[in-house]
């Protein structure tokens, strides 16, 4: 359903009986849909895990074979590259409220909510525990849901571009915004909800892609290479981490920056890092030399993150470190102590 964008009374008449959440339509209606109940009180059954299951299923595969291959037409063709390239779809709407989505939802799930008023507050003594258990279940796979579809989107946009620069592309393929610019964009539009953000999305590889990307930009941008366009690149985390080496250029990050927002991206950078650590030296995974140089890597960037922090202190005595950036740099200290 998703490549037909030819109109025709006969296929749109279809469409309306099958009702089939992927037409492009529907499927742009529905997170609209979702963008909107997430900062709302609505019991409403969400079908989107699903949804996102079957697209998952179909992109994992595709995914796999293509870096098998490096046949290109393997994602081309992918439920999920064909939806987005729909001229039915807004892109960049889309995008922003599969976003906007995982912070408000979140937002109800953590119990993060804004004073309700007298009608919301009666409301939810009417509502019996079942509903609630069941409305926060609903509200948990939604944002997991939205994450993996956000994820694949920024899979396959980190895989078009390698097949770009092996010319494996055509003008077919068209233009597209990659999603993390998008995600950056809103990030530090709506710097509101950049907290929630980093607390609900959990994957340590496009996390740390994200915030990295983020504090380049008030940061010295290294220079970047064909080989280095790739995401999670660690020597391009520890580039950032040294620009907070010299005082001059943290205040310079501070005039930009608040201070509380800066503490917020190292903590969850550093955590991110050390759970790609970990999951490097799980079973079957590098050999020994590898993961020697992965420890000594770890310790490297250890020594870093405490000396940012430290910089930070420095450069405003009054400055209070937040209880996550109190754990980030005791568990830095203890690993640089134990090296």
Wanted: glycine share 4%; proline share 3%; charged share 25%.
């Amino acid at each position: 359903m998703v490549s037909l964008d030819v109109m025709s009374s006969e296929k749109e008449t279809n469409r309306r009986k099958l009702g089939g959440l992927f037409d492009p339509n529907g499927f742009h209606e529905l997170i609209t849909g979702l963008a909107e109940m997430a900062y709302k009180t609505n019991s409403q059954r969400l079908d989107t895990k699903y949804l996102v299951n079957v697209l998952e299923g179909d992109f994992l595969a595709r995914i796999s074979m293509y870096k098998e291959s490096m046949n290109w037409n393997f994602l081309r063709e992918c439920l999920i590259n064909m939806l987005l390239a729909s001229k039915r779809v807004n892109y960049r709407v889309l995008m922003k409220e599969c976003l906007h989505t995982i912070c408000g939802l979140y937002q109800d799930y953590a119990g993060i909510r804004n004073e309700p008023d007298s009608s919301d507050e009666k409301s939810s003594e009417n509502h019996n525990t079942d509903v609630a258990i069941a409305l926060l279940e609903v509200q948990r796979t939604t944002c997991m849901a939205m994450q993996k579809l956000i994820i694949m989107i920024m899979e396959i946009d980190m895989s078009k571009q390698q097949a770009d620069m092996l010319g494996l592309t055509t003008r077919s393929d068209g233009l597209r915004i990659p999603l993390i610019e998008i995600i950056l964009d809103e990030l530090t539009y709506y710097r509101k909800i950049l907290p929630r953000f980093l607390q609900i999305f959990n994957d340590p590889k496009w996390k740390l892609e994200i915030i990295v990307q983020y504090l380049l930009k008030y940061t010295a941008k290294p220079v970047r290479t064909r080989r280095s366009n790739g995401p999670s690149e660690d020597s391009t985390f520890l580039r950032v981490l040294k620009s907070f080496s010299d005082s001059t250029s943290v205040r310079s990050i501070i005039k930009k920056l608040n201070v509380e927002v800066i503490q917020l991206l190292l903590a969850h950078a550093f955590l991110a890092y050390m759970s790609l650590t970990s999951q490097q030296h799980l079973p079957g995974m590098p050999d020994c030399n590898e993961a020697v140089i992965d420890s000594l890597s770890l310790v490297e960037i250890s020594k870093n993150v405490a000396a940012a922090f430290n910089s930070l202190r420095e450069a405003d005595k009054k400055i209070q470190i937040s209880s996550l950036g109190k754990e980030a740099l005791f568990t830095a200290t203890m690993i640089i102590s134990t090296s």
